[in-house]
Nanobody, 126 residues
Framework: QVQLVESGGSLVQAGGSLRLSCTASGSTFSNYIMGWFRQAPGKEREFVAAINWTGGRKNYADSVNGRFTISRDNAKNTVYLQMNSLKPEDTGVYYC???????????????????WGQGTQVTVSS
């Protein structure tokens, strides 16, 4: 079992930056691929970014590539999402998720992720 707690969500103006954190407990953090997903009001949850256990493999949604950076600190059991040049369309609840790492590329699909946090709200005003 992995428990995930997100933090760092806030209200920010377009063009601004935020850093989200997700801290894990309950299992060996470095065994897991970590992903970030988001859900805007009235929309399906969508993939944002993911990172494998070493940090050497990353995957980004096209909509955030070049603006967002995912990273992790295994010693702190924490994964981060640095979000720059924020746009109103980045608004939503951001969730982190954990998928046991078997060596494959971090998935963009939500199905492989077994554990999810409660989410943190990000609102970008225009």
């Amino acid at each position: 079992q992995v428990q995930l707690v997100e933090s760092g969500g806030s209200l920010v103006q377009a063009g601004g930056s935020l850093r989200l954190s997700c801290t894990a407990s309950g299992s060996t953090f470095s065994n897991y691929i970590m992903g970030w997903f988001r859900q805007a009001p009235g929309k399906e949850r969508e993939f944002v970014a993911a990172i494998n256990w070493t940090g050497g493999r990353k995957n980004y949604a096209d909509s955030v590539n070049g603006r967002f950076t995912i990273s992790r600190d295994n010693a702190k059991n924490t994964v981060y999402l640095q979000m720059n040049s924020l746009k109103p369309e980045d608004t939503g609840v951001y969730y982190c998720a954990a998928d046991y790492d078997t060596g494959r590329l971090p998935s963009r699909l939500s199905a492989p992720y077994d554990y999810w946090g409660q989410g943190t709200q990000v609102t970008v005003s225009s």
